[in-house]
């Protein structure tokens, strides 16, 4: 499953960046469309991706599955062009989600939505398989050793 908290939208920095480790004061970045690696600070504005959703009429959808929708629409490939008209992004984002909220979700924010998923898509940064939760695969059925088993593994033979 595509990890999003460690993908960072930073304010005032176009595109994306992966959060490579911390300093005292903020974090080590690298830009994923440059790869340069430099450092952010705690007072600048920065926002991982799984922390971000869009407003919808019911209840909001996270950005993950907005990216699992564009994704089955594009087979995880880069979709359309962010630079379309407004009535197009509008029209692409009906198809994705069609409960969005058109009064809370601008045309600027469906751009972003769309640099971000193609940017991804680009770098094959996109898995939107499942994990497997072992806690919900069916218990071992080989018998555990009993309590004696272990005892004489564990200790030495005496002769």
């Given amino acids: 499953m595509m990890d999003l908290t460690k993908i960072l939208a930073i304010s005032g920095k176009p595109g994306l960046f992966l959060n490579i480790g911390q300093t005292k004061g903020g974090l080590i ?6 790869g340069k690696r430099f450092p952010v600070f705690a007072h600048e504005k920065m926002n991982s991706l799984a922390e971000i959703s869009v407003f919808t009429v019911d209840e909001d959808v996270t950005l993950l599955d907005v990216f699992k929708r564009i994704g089955e629409k594009y087979g995880n490939k880069p979709a359309i062009n962010s ?4 009535d197009q992004l509008k029209n692409f984002m009906k198809e ?3 409960n969005y909220d058109p009064d ?24 939107f398989t499942e ?6 695969e069916p218990a071992n059925t080989k018998p555990e050793k009993s309590i ?12």
Avoid: F, Q
């Fill in 29 to 34: 970045v690298e830009s994923l469309t440059e």
């Fill in 83 to 86: 630079g379309l008209s407004g």
């Fill in 96 to 98: 994705i989600l069609p």
């Fill in 104 to 127: 809370r979700v601008y045309t600027s924010d469906i751009k972003k939505i769309l640099g971000w998923y193609n940017l991804l898509a680009e770098k094959e940064m996109l898995d």
């Fill in 131 to 136: 994990e497997v939760n072992l806690a919900d």
């Fill in 148 to 159: 004696d088993e272990e005892t004489k593994a564990d200790s030495p033979e005496i002769s």
